[in-house]
């Protein structure tokens, strides 16, 4: 299980509605590739929202195994790596226009 801390109510909603958004449509056929090693979605983990109070609550929590993943802005990623041991899983790139 995949336990993803989020920060306010706002966050916990988005991530039990994708709960269950998952449990309702799923992904079907969905093969990722990393590395030597293909991930299909029956062996991807289950989703479990953990609220923390902010975002260095949530770095703590991670860091003590009570949470695995986070939503951090790049200001933050410094101090996650720096202070709680933790690296980039995923970064976005925006594009104008």
Known sequence: MARWCV???????????L????KVYGVRNLETQI????????????LKCVLGT??????????TNKADLIELGT??????????NMIPLVAEKYIPG
């Open 75 to 84: 200001g933050l990623s410094y101090t996650a790596g720096e202070y709680y």
């Open 54 to 63: 902010d975002q260095y609550d949530c770095m703590l929590k991670i860091f």
């Open 35 to 46: 590395g030597a090693h293909t991930y299909t979605y029956e062996k991807m983990p289950k």
């Open 7 to 17: 920060v306010n109510e706002n966050e916990l909603a988005k991530c039990e509605a």
């Open 19 to 22: 709960i269950e958004a998952l």
